[in-house]
């Protein structure tokens, strides 16, 4: 069974600082998709950005990138120039190309932008 | 374009009642997950649908809950008898092709049983 792990419960940084979040995971497959979802206070999921383990160039959406390292399962998000709206839980999920189209999620980081 | 629609976005009701939860899933997508979160659990898959037809419902808790997808348009997540322990956020989700796309998700539910 895959397993997702986020080993930071919560992080705090100032407005415009770079804050990466780290993920690892544990699965025998080899391909795969991971992804980054954000939710803010008002709980709404929102997809931040997504990986296909075949490729090897790390996904980037405008201030949001991937540090994605296969071998040691490890799929950290970076935010740059980090802004007041980032503040929200951060959710790391895996998802196996073969099988269950079945979204396997971290327990959250909780992210706090300050002013 | 409209995105996962859900209803209602809060309820209240008291253990043993019967519970409906519904969910609009984006035009054109052809899958449709149902995940709840709890502060113990976190989110996890309770059952997803492929054109309408259920194909994993091994994260459904027991037999109190119940879901069905009668169109492409339309799923509903039943609980009777609700109990204290079912409440949680329950989310609708959606992706389109069958194939391992992302899944975009609705507003959520979050239920609270009495």
């Excluded at chain 1, 792990?5 to 992080?11: G, I, K, L, R, V």
């Excluded at chain 1, 803010?40 to 950005?49: D, G």
């Excluded at chain 1, 929200?88 to 189209?101: P, R």
């Excluded at chain 2, 997540?77 to 329950?90: C, F, G, N, T, W």
């Amino acid at each position: 069974a895959q397993t997702v792990t986020q080993s930071q419960p919560e992080m705090s940084v100032q407005e415009a600082e770079t804050v990466t979040l780290s993920c690892t995971y544990d699965t025998s497959e080899s391909n795969y998709y991971l992804f980054w979802y954000k939710q803010p206070p008002s709980r709404q999921m929102i997809l931040v950005i997504r990986q296909e383990a075949y490729k090897q160039q790390n996904a980037t959406e405008n201030r949001f990138s991937v540090n994605f390292q296969k071998a040691a399962k490890s799929f950290s998000l970076k935010i740059s120039d980090s802004q007041l709206g980032d503040t929200a839980m951060y959710f790391c999920a895996f998802m196996t190309v073969q099988g269950a189209q079945k979204l396997v999620f971290g327990q959250g980081t909780r992210l706090t932008i300050n002013p | 374009d409209a995105g996962v629609i859900q209803s209602p976005r809060h309820e209240v009701t008291e253990m043993g009642q019967e519970v409906t939860l519904r969910c609009k899933p984006i035009s054109g997508h052809n899958s449709l997950f149902w995940y709840r979160q709890t502060m113990m659990r976190g989110l996890e898959l309770l059952i997803y649908f492929n054109n309408n037809v259920p194909i994993d419902d091994s994260g459904m808790p027991e037999d109190r809950f119940s879901a069905k997808m009668p169109n492409a348009s339309f799923s509903t997540l039943k609980i009777q008898p609700s109990e204290p322990r079912d409440s949680a956020v329950y989310f609708c989700a959606s992706s389109f092709g069958g194939t391992q796309e992302t899944q975009y998700f609705g507003p959520g539910t979050r239920l609270l049983v009495l």
